[in-house]
């Protein structure tokens, strides 16, 4: 899964949006954000309970950017949120199967609650940094739009012609790419650069499950090759 499709466009000048208008923004997409991730993740844990099959990559794929071009189109009404619903709890079933995978492995609930504890800390830990510093991380844009297209064109060759080695690559960076996407999108929403909470959720839902699913298949190489 790419997060192409959520990367903002430039920053806007500081100031440009008055601070009650941020703290009502940076508010509301954490209150959606929260939300979002609980449904995904009792979608998840539903897919997981009743082994429903993984929907391929094609289908994957299809699902996300069609759920994300309407929730883009959508982001200024309320089907905007109803949509995002949509996309993530679309996500959550698309992981239900790949951590069931890794619930079967010898000690898969250590790496599953390990990857969960690692998404928290690093989400939590640079969410935190930029909310004190107010740091500006708006010149990260292009190197994670470049880095972001070259990750996803790369994990999809390792998915189809089944190069193991080149995944973990890809899973290394994409836990380094997803970093740099929360600072980015942190940075926008307190700078008032991006005034869309419905957009702004989206964006930091997919950093989180794209770190997740990385540190998951990080985390659980070892068990998987016992």
């Known amino acids: 899964m790419s997060p192409l499709q959520t990367l ?5 000048p500081a100031g440009a949006t008055t601070p009650p208008a941020t703290h009502r923004v940076l508010r509301n997409t954490y209150a959606l954000l929260s939300m979002t991730l609980a449904f995904s993740a009792g979608v998840a844990a539903l897919a997981a309970a009743w082994k429903l099959p993984h929907p391929g990559i094609v289908l ?24 995002v619903f949509a996309l993530t709890g679309f996500m959550g079933y698309t992981l239900g199967p790949i951590v069931a995978h890794y619930l ?17 800390a690093i989400f939590l830990g640079l ?3 930029v909310l004190k510093t107010r740091r500006d991380f708006g010149f990260l844009g292009g190197f994670l739009f470049a880095g972001i297209l070259v990750a996803f064109l790369a994990g999809l060759g390792a998915i189809f012609f089944q ?3 080149l995944a973990l690559t890809v899973s290394a960076a994409f836990v380094l790419l997803m970093a740099g996407l929360i600072l980015f999108e942190t940075s926008r929403i307190v700078r008032g650069g991006e005034t869309n909470y419905v957009m702004a959720t989206v964006s930091l839902f997919v950093s989180i499950f794209n770190l997740f699913t990385s540190l998951l298949h990080l985390i659980g190489l070892g068990s998987d090759n016992e």
């Open 60 to 83: 994957t794929l299809a699902g996300y950017f069609g759920l994300l071009f309407a929730t883009t189109r959508l982001r200024n009404s309320g089907w905007g949120v109803v949509s």
């Open 104 to 120: 079967s492995l010898p000690n898969g609930h250590q790496v599953v609650l390990m990857a969960m504890g690692g998404t928290a």
């Open 127 to 129: 969410s935190a940094y």
């Open 163 to 165: 190069v193991p080695a």
């Open 8 to 12: 903002p466009r430039d920053l806007a």
